[in-house]
């Protein structure tokens, strides 16, 4: 499968609105910022007020459990399930649901992963603790001085392990999560397959969207599936072999939970289809 923004949105991860307004209300007023995305992006004059934003964004979009259980519904219906998950969602609610991280590819980083801000060596810092306390030391929209993480290594400021430049650090667990994904595929090529896309835009579609749609051509075998509120295009060539719904993921995850909770029935036994 593959999950991208619009599967964490269905589970209650919006970055604008009231969820916006209820951490980030300090920052909107003194700098106009609207919603988390663009935040993120913000050129704060220190580094106190740029850790004390970040902090904020990733104790709650990366050690706070989504307030749905949409993830929870889609390890209910994969659980004993040949699967691999594919995503460009970088706030851990797979595994944070359950889902076996040996199952799973991050690659466009992690919230919960800290980098040199010059990428002077390949490797990735775990960020919870030192998030939680910057979080509880702010005042005035700036963390204290002395908690400015900086690189072990050459003393400058870390980063967030993002995937927005050339700087994105793809460490060994990076790499081991990308070979037990090529390793999946390899195994099931050419069987039966449903390349499952959850949430995926139009922002990096050569990503998830695209392979799919390759991989599903080229696998006579295969079926594609697409559960978007908006996106749902399919190219002609397979089509007759895919399947769309325009809807809001966590509803069609929880109508298909409860569908295979109910018992088969007995037609279909008897025939021995699934």
């Given at each position: 499968?593959?999950?991208?923004?619009?599967?964490?949105?269905?589970?209650?991860?919006?970055?604008?609105?009231?969820?916006?307004?209820a951490?980030?209300?300090?920052?909107?007023?003194?700098?106009?910022i609207?919603?988390?995305?663009?935040?993120?992006?913000?050129?704060?004059?220190?580094?106190?007020?740029?850790?004390?934003?970040?902090?904020?964004?990733?104790?709650?979009?990366?050690?706070?459990?989504?307030?749905?259980?949409v993830?929870?519904?889609?390890?209910a219906?994969?659980?004993?399930?040949?699967?691999?998950?594919?995503?460009?969602?970088?706030?851990?609610?797979?595994?944070?649901?359950?889902f076996?991280?040996?199952?799973?590819?991050?690659?466009?980083?992690?919230y919960?992963?800290?980098?040199?801000?010059?990428?002077?060596?390949?490797?990735t810092?775990?960020?919870?603790?030192?998030?939680?306390?910057?979080?509880a030391?702010?005042?005035?929209?700036?963390?204290?001085?002395?908690?400015?993480?900086?690189?072990p290594?050459?003393?400058?400021?870390?980063?967030?392990?993002?995937?927005?430049?050339?700087?994105f650090?793809?460490?060994d667990?990076?790499?081991?999560?990308?070979?037990?994904?090529?390793?999946?595929?390899?195994?099931?090529q050419?069987?039966?397959v449903?390349?499952?896309e959850?949430g995926?835009?139009?922002?990096?579609?050569?990503?998830?969207?695209?392979?799919?749609?390759?991989m599903?051509h080229?696998?006579?075998?295969?079926?594609?599936?697409?559960?978007?509120?908006?996106?749902?295009?399919?190219?002609?060539?397979?089509q007759k072999?895919?399947?769309?719904?325009?809807?809001?993921?966590g509803?069609?995850l929880r109508?298909?939970?409860?569908?295979?909770?109910?018992?088969?029935?007995?037609?279909?036994?008897?025939?021995?289809q699934?």
């Amino acid at each position: 499968m593959g999950a991208g923004a619009g599967l964490s949105a269905s589970a209650g991860f919006v970055y604008d609105g009231a969820r916006f307004h209820a951490h980030f209300a300090d920052f909107e007023e003194k700098y106009g910022i609207r919603d988390m995305y663009s935040g993120g992006f913000y050129p704060f004059e220190t580094l106190e007020e740029y850790w004390a934003w970040w902090s904020r964004q990733i104790l709650l979009n990366r050690y706070e459990k989504a307030p749905k259980p949409v993830y929870e519904d889609l390890l209910a219906l994969v659980r004993d399930r040949d699967f691999f998950a594919l995503t460009t969602n970088v706030d851990h609610q797979f595994q944070l649901a359950g889902f076996d991280k040996h199952r799973l590819f991050y690659t466009q980083g992690d919230y919960g992963l800290w980098q040199c801000s010059q990428s002077c060596h390949q490797e990735t810092y775990d960020n919870e603790a030192a998030v939680r306390r910057m979080a509880a030391e702010q005042r005035d929209m700036k963390i204290p001085t002395e908690l400015i993480p900086r690189c072990p290594k050459c003393g400058r400021p870390m980063t967030m392990n993002l995937r927005i430049d050339d700087t994105f650090v793809q460490d060994d667990g990076w790499y081991a999560a990308g070979h037990r994904y090529t390793d999946f595929l390899r195994r099931h090529q050419g069987q039966r397959v449903l390349f499952l896309e959850l949430g995926v835009g139009g922002n990096t579609p050569g990503i998830i969207k695209y392979p799919f749609w390759k991989m599903t051509h080229e696998n006579r075998h295969a079926v594609y599936a697409c559960v978007n509120q908006a996106e749902t295009y399919v190219p002609r060539e397979i089509q007759k072999r895919s399947i769309n719904l325009c809807c809001d993921i966590g509803d069609a995850l929880r109508q298909l939970r409860d569908l295979s909770h109910k018992e088969a029935p007995r037609g279909a036994e008897a025939s021995g289809q699934p």
